[in-house]
C-alpha cells in the first residue's frame, strides 16, 4: 500500500513563500489522482488542491486559485504544492492523499481520497 509522507511546512510571514513536498513509497504513485488538503484547529479538513495522474489536469479550491500550485514528478513519486503570497488563514495543517479517477464533481471530498499523509504544520503571521 502506497505511504505518503508531507514535508515543507514551516513557520512565514505573510505574503511568503513555502513549498510542500508529499513523497510517496510505491512507483504505483504515477497511477493514482493525488490531492492536497489542510485543517485549521477546530475547523473541517478542506480541499486545497488536486492533479489527475499524468499532471496535465489540476483543480483548486477558489480561496488559494492565483496562489497556489500544485505539480507531480511521477519519477521522483513526489508531489508539491508551492503556495505563494500566504495569508494568516491560510495556518493549517497540510495533508496529502491520494484517489484513483479525477472526477471533477466529487474531486474537493475528502471521502473520496485514501492514504493519508500525517500532515505537515503551515503557519503564516500576519
Known amino acids: 500500500q502506497v505511504q505518503l509522507v508531507e514535508s515543507g511546512g514551516g513557520l512565514v510571514q505573510a505574503g511568503g513563500s513555502l513549498r510542500l513536498s508529499c513523497a510517496a513509497s510505491?512507483?504505483?504513485?504515477?497511477?493514482?489522482?493525488m490531492g492536497w488538503f489542510r485543517q485549521a484547529p477546530g475547523l473541517e479538513r478542506e480541499f486545497v488542491a488536486a492533479i489527475n495522474w499524468s499532471g496535465d489536469s489540476t483543480y483548486y479550491a477558489d480561496s488559494v486559485k492565483g496562489r497556489f500550485a500544485i505539480s507531480r514528478d511521477n519519477a521522483e513519486n513526489t508531489v508539491y504544492l508551492q503556495m505563494n503570497n500566504l495569508k494568516p488563514e491560510d495556518t493549517a495543517v497540510y495533508y496529502c492523499a491520494r484517489r484513483r479517477l479525477f472526477t471533477i464533481t466529487t474531486i474537493h471530498i475528502k471521502q473520496y481520497y485514501v492514504g493519508w499523509g500525517q500532515g505537515t504544520q503551515v503557519n503564516v503571521s500576519s
Open positions: 510505491e512507483r504505483t504513485f504515477s497511477t493514482y489522482v
